[in-house]
């Protein structure tokens, strides 16, 4: 597996990771909820640092490649 294919996956595993503690936080108590928002808040920080890696060619940053808004989760 090349490096860029590597860095995709996980971009795509950080969006599904924002989605699934996004449906958590729905039925999650107030303690519970506020640690997944921080978790959500990590997740993306993940994907800011990936998102800079593939930077070296912009075109792949492209589309599902970038940071989601909170409407896209």
């Known amino acids: 597996m090349e490096v860029e294919d590597i860095l995709k996956r996980a ?3 950080e969006k599904e990771a924002i989605q699934e503690y996004t449906k958590m936080k729905e039925n ?5 909820a506020e640690m ?3 978790m ?3 997740e993306k920080n ?11 060619t912009p075109e ?12 896209e989760l």
């Open 36 to 38: 997944l928002e921080f």
């Open 60 to 71: 792949k940053v492209m589309g599902i490649y970038t940071i989601p808004s909170e409407k």
């Open 28 to 32: 999650a108590d107030a303690e519970t």
């Open 11 to 13: 971009l795509e595993m």
């Open 40 to 42: 959500i808040n990590e």
């Open 46 to 56: 993940h994907m800011r640092m990936i998102s800079e890696r593939l930077k070296e």
